[in-house]
């Protein structure tokens, strides 16, 4: 499933704990990783309501569907094209989400709107596309002070393949308290292998991956970090 570019056209059925998403996922849209899974069974143990709540990135919808189950005061989604966004719309409609829904064309954390007092994201990082891996992790971590209220929250995912200490650290600079809520131990997906600078990569990386029975492990980590 989680082979080649991951941009092919598929109907799906996700089951996170008790809840059941039916998903349309177009071609050229994301589809849902363990990244995806992990984070989303996350989010259904966060305390959204009453919160106004800003997601980056909201792909197929899948996460977008259960922050709405979770009764924020308001939610604001973001994707880098309208043919995107239309298909969250299109997902949100598909499992009777009726909460209003702001939907925003915008690059990353470039936006004109907030504070907020939750953003919850799944930065990109193997499939970046970019010779940085880390640039949306970064980004994401540089920026947030200009989209999160004075203390709210930021929660997101990483793998350990993109340094958990080294975002640790960078939050802490900003004079955030970070904790981790959730983690998974996951095998590498298959185009990981693909990525010959990436694979070279991780190995200077510590503790980016564990080798079980000659397979790659990483640990799907997801912050909570709330600001000064």
């Given at each position: 499933m989680y082979t080649g570019n991951n941009l092919y056209p598929q109907e799906l059925t996700l089951n996170f704990g008790d809840t059941t998403l039916e998903l349309d996922v177009p071609e050229g849209v994301w589809n849902p990783t363990p990244h995806g899974m992990h984070l989303g069974n996350m989010i259904l143990t966060l305390d959204l309501k009453n919160k106004e709540v800003l997601e980056l990135g909201s792909g197929s919808g899948n996460h977008t569907i259960l922050i709405s189950k979770q009764k924020p005061k308001k939610l604001t989604v973001t994707e880098i094209s309208q043919d995107i966004l239309s298909n969250t719309r299109h997902n949100l409609l598909k499992n009777d989400i009726n909460l209003p829904v702001e939907y925003m064309v915008a690059d990353w954390t470039h936006i004109d709107k907030g504070p907020f007092d939750v953003l919850i994201t799944n930065p990109p990082f193997v499939k970046s596309g970019k010779r940085y891996y880390r640039y949306f992790i970064d980004s994401l971590i540089n920026d947030t002070h200009k989209l999160v209220k004075h203390g709210g929250r930021?929660?997101?995912?990483?793998?350990?393949?993109?340094?958990?200490?080294?975002?640790?650290?960078?939050?802490?600079?900003?004079?955030?308290?970070?904790?981790?809520?959730?983690?998974?131990?996951?095998?590498?997906?298959?185009?990981?292998?693909?990525?010959?600078?990436?694979?070279?990569?991780?190995?200077?990386?510590?503790?980016?991956?564990?080798?079980?029975?000659?397979?790659?492990?990483?640990?799907?980590?997801?912050?909570?970090?709330t600001l000064p």
């Open positions: 930021l929660i997101f995912i990483q793998s350990s393949v993109a340094d958990v200490k080294k975002s640790m650290n960078l939050m802490k600079d900003w004079g955030m308290d970070v904790k981790i809520i959730g983690e998974q131990k996951v095998p590498f997906r298959d185009y990981y292998f693909e990525d010959e600078v990436f694979m070279d990569t991780i190995e200077k990386t510590p503790g980016a991956y564990e080798k079980i029975n000659d397979q790659y492990i990483e640990t799907l980590v997801v912050f909570e970090a």
